[in-house]
């Protein structure tokens, strides 16, 4: 992120939480109990900066004490932001209409306060709930016009947005390795975000995806926390775990053998890497030199707007980023960004498969959306031999 935008974010948080502190007008704490808890508030106004600077400034057995309670306000804020910013907007509305006069009753404030509180309280817990579930295992199939009837039925395994730190580590790393063997797939992508912190931080962590294996292989394309936490060590690394890194580039695959039952795997470094310049970036054009016309083509991407230049040059490109909005009513905000939130689209013959994330980012939270591992079934339009 910018300067100005880091800055402009900054504010907003700020706002943000000035907003909030008018709920401590209708619980009635005393002076001394208030004070502490706008104390509190003002420590975590600026939560969503915590996770970076701990992942990247502590070790991993430190960071995770910063990260949490900071996660936590951040998800617990982020509802209570949107509900009293709903309430108030509500309210003026049936003011201003003449309807009710409830802003002017001597409870007005303990109402407010209790209800908007009450029901993010409510929230978080669900929110919590359905954020540390494991993620469901989705089967997804996906018919493409060139796909080999010989192949058939080909299933790849998806993993994107791990985000493996300081909150999910080596114990959820090892039950996306085991899950992910169930499908037992022909091949194992994964799509981006595996990391959040240092290799020298998080390695141990990781040890166990070098288990992860496939007939078709195991391939990783970057996503932006990876380049946040320095791609280039963790690239290294991630080799040297057995897994295969498409950084712009392309591999012929041949399952059985037979030329007539080969396609291309693709895969290009996150979009964002751009403002990494010794990271190098998206590049479509290399990803894509040389690739055999005639050969069915997926793409891994980390995020979905690479489809906007892919389309009409792949068959398929598996992303990931979004979370599918992880926390509602986040997923408006997703919307300004791209019109690729979770699930699969199409553009002409090509498609395109947003996964809604395995692990998460910030709060340990989901709402209106389900974290995933995906197991991609690939469909010949001639249909199995």
């Not at 906007?308 to 980023?321: E, F, N, P, T, Y």
Request: overall charge negative; aromatic content about 10%.
């Amino acid at each position: 992120m910018s300067l100005a935008g880091t800055v402009a974010v900054a504010a907003i948080m700020l706002a943000s939480h000035v907003y909030l502190l008018s709920l401590l007008d209708g619980i009635g704490l005393s002076d001394d109990a208030s004070s502490w808890i706008r104390g509190g508030v003002w420590c975590f106004s600026l939560s969503l900066f915590y996770p970076h600077i701990a992942s990247r400034c502590l070790p991993r057995s430190l960071a995770q004490w910063v990260v949490l309670p900071a996660c936590l306000w951040m998800g617990f804020a982020f509802l209570l932001i949107h509900l009293l910013f709903a309430w108030d907007f509500c309210s003026a509305l049936l003011v201003a209409s003449g309807v009710s006069e409830l802003s002017a009753s001597a409870d007005y404030a303990s109402w407010r306060s209790g209800l908007v509180i009450g029901s993010a309280s409510v929230l978080s817990v669900l929110a919590l709930w359905k954020g540390t579930r494991f993620p469901a295992i989705r089967t997804v199939e996906i018919e493409l016009d060139r796909w080999p009837r010989t192949l058939d039925g080909f299933t790849i395994a998806q993993l994107s947005d791990v985000h493996i730190g300081a909150l999910l580590g080596q114990r959820f790393a090892r039950q996306c390795v085991r899950h992910v063997h169930g499908i037992e797939p022909d091949m194992i992508a994964i799509t981006g975000d595996l990391v959040d912190g240092r290799v020298e931080c998080l390695a141990n962590q990781l040890q166990c995806f070098s288990e992860l294996t496939a007939p078709a292989g195991v391939y990783f394309v970057t996503g932006n926390h990876d380049h946040y936490s320095g791609a280039e060590s963790w690239v290294s690394h991630i080799r040297g775990l057995g897994i295969e890194v498409l950084r712009n580039e392309h591999r012929r695959v041949t399952p059985q053998g037979g030329e007539d039952a080969s396609f291309i795997i693709a895969g290009c470094d996150d979009r964002r890497s751009r403002r990494y310049p010794d990271e190098g970036g998206e590049d479509l054009n290399a990803t894509f030199r040389s690739v055999p016309k005639e050969l069915a083509l997926v793409l891994l991407a980390h995020d979905p707007n690479s489809f906007k230049d892919a389309a009409g040059r792949v068959d398929l490109q598996l992303s990931g980023h979004t979370h599918g909005g992880q926390l509602f009513p986040f997923v408006w905000a997703v919307r300004l960004v791209t019109p690729f939130i979770a699930g699969l689209y199409r553009r002409g013959k090509s498609q395109l498969y947003v996964s809604s994330g395995t692990g998460y980012w910030g709060p340990p939270m989901r709402l209106g959306t389900t974290a995933e591992i995906t197991a991609v079934v690939l469909r010949s339009p001639e249909g199995s031999p």
